[in-house]
């Protein structure tokens, strides 16, 4: 019951993913093929917000809901990690027609082929985090 505020939310979320067509698979091949603002203005304004919200984060020292003080680590930059990885998850998009975020949402309003999708990706990080200590970071 102490979670109900979380399943609240993702409810909401899956609402708004519905709503602004970012589930679609028409508006994300559009995207791909630079045909509509729609999808670059949705992710154009979700890192305006979250970039707005880590500066509140910083400057008011914000914990978590369990009292645990927020902490940003500086990241070593290597343009090969971030050129691999943004390919390999640009190629997971562009194949399954769907980010991460609205897979559940896609599952929730009836495309229930997304669970195979959601069991890959959770095969994939899991299979990340068995070779992660081997793999240059």
Known sequence: MKYIKFLTIGILFGIIMTKSEA???FRIQEMFRF????MYG???SALAVGATLVQVIKR???KTYKGESI???DKNFSIARYLFGGTLFGLGWAL???????MYTLVGNGFSVFIVVI????LGTYTYGILRKYLPH
């Open 119 to 122: 069991l890959s990706a959770i």
């Open 60 to 62: 008011t020292s914000l």
């Open 96 to 102: 399954s027609g769907a980010c991460p975020g609205p």
């Open 42 to 44: 949705i992710i154009g």
């Open 35 to 38: 045909q509509s603002f729609h």
């Open 71 to 73: 902490v940003f680590n």
């Open 23 to 25: 589930i679609s698979w």
